[in-house]
């Protein structure tokens, strides 16, 4: 089988850590058991002075014909000023609600040589590994009736409404409780929805309130498996997760869709948490791992090839250890490298590990 991946760089560091990416994908392809198609297009604002939109209808047709998205990151200083329909996120945006990626998936996994980078002490998050899946589309952000009203006394009232109907909480809670097969088989809800617990009875549920689970994630955050949660309280909880595990140029993320039954086909599209970094950007600091390793979710999630996903996770941390670090997560003592550095580090790493000379 050929994997069809559609890469969209974007813009800032983008296209650098993608570059680094891409080279890992062709590693991929000559030594393990992969096959893919590549097609490449603008998106954001390197599209917007391309071709005028931040996403053209042709990149739209490649991105429902791919098996999988990888996006770089889009946004820049110079399209802050610009009409909302010509914004580069716009471009993001439109990706996200055409293939209707419903479920966000935000590892927050802490490497052990990175344990240090944590404001958290290390023994609290030495080891963590949660996935916090939160629904993308429904909830608050589009709930309708919205607006602020001019009241008759002068002042003004606004309304945001929280809706969400049983077949969307249904598709995120299945998204979870499959994801939690994968896993350690728990998760907790910090919804008080149980309505797909007879679906997986081997899988442990739990409920938590989302004030206590914010309160948990930093008390005791290696309790959680998987976190399941909507559109609001997954914006705040995944980046407070995040947060715990120390740098952001170290966060994948996966955002899916549906599964046709019929087909099998479920569209994915897998990008790092950060954004185009405009203050770096062109000076080969990025650090590239968060690119990286949403590739390595693409692997796992996509095309349901764990092994191969975790390879490329274990040849991460193999370069953390050995000492290498990007100026992000530079610590004392480690040795700095750029862009290009850490991905040299990561293909010798990865060769490594192919001729079984590291474990
Ligand atoms: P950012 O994530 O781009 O940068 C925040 C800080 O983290 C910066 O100091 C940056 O240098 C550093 N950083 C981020 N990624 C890094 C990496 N891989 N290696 C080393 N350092 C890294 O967030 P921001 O500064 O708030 O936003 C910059 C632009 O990116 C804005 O235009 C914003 O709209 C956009 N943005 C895009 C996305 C996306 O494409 N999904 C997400 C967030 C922000």
């Known amino acids: 089988m050929t994997y069809k991946l559609l890469l969209l760089p974007g813009d800032g560091i983008g296209p650098e850590v993608m570059a680094e990416t891409e080279r890992v994908i062709h590693w991929m392809a000559k030594h393990r058991d992969l096959k893919f198609s590549i097609e490449r297009a603008l998106v954001g604002g390197s599209a917007l002075e391309a071709e005028g939109v931040p996403v053209t209808e042709e990149t739209m047709a490649l991105a429902h014909a791919a098996d999988a998205v990888l996006f770089g990151a889009v946004g820049g200083p110079q399209w802050d000023n610009n009409p909302f329909e010509k914004k580069p996120e ?27 980078a944590s404001t958290l002490r290390a023994d609290v998050v030495s080891g963590l590994d949660i996935l916090i899946i939160r629904e993308l589309t429904g909830g608050v952000y589009f709930g309708e009736p919205r607006g602020i009203m001019e009241m008759n006394d002068g002042t003004r009232r606004a309304i945001d409404t929280q809706v969400y109907t049983t077949g969307e909480i249904q598709r ?11 896993r350690s088989n728990r998760v907790a809800s910090a919804e008080k929805s149980n309505v797909m617990h007879a679906e997986f009875p081997d899988v442990e549920l739990t409920h938590i309130l989302a004030d ?38 170290m966060l994948p993320s996966a955002s899916l869709g549906a599964k046709d039954e019929k087909t099998g086909r479920q569209p994915g599209l897998y990008e790092p948490v950060h954004g185009s970094a405009p203050d770096i950007a062109g000076q080969g600091l990025a650090n590239p791992l968060a690119c990286v390793l949403s590739f390595a979710m693409c692997l796992r999630y996509s095309f349901n090839k764990p092994d191969d996903a975790k390879l490329i996770e274990r040849a991460v941390e193999r370069v953390l250890d050995e000492g290498l670090r990007t100026g992000d997560i530079m610590q004392p003592g480690k040795k700095q490298v750029g862009t290009t550095g850490m991905g040299d580090a990561i293909i010798a790493a990865l060769d490594r590990l192919d001729l079984g000379v590291a474990q």
Request: hydrophobic share 45%.
């Open 212 to 249: 206590n689970c914010a309160m948990q994630l930093v008390r005791r955050p290696k309790q959680f498996d998987v976190i399941v949660t909507d559109n609001l309280f997954g914006d705040v909880l995944s980046d407070e997760a995040a947060q715990c595990t120390g740098s952001i140029g």
């Open 172 to 182: 995120i809670s299945r998204v979870a409780f499959s994801l939690a097969r994968l």
């Open 90 to 116: 716009r471009g993001l945006l439109r990706l996200r609600k055409e293939l209707e990626l419903f479920a966000n998936l935000r590892p927050a996994i802490c490497f052990d040589a990175l344990k240090d």
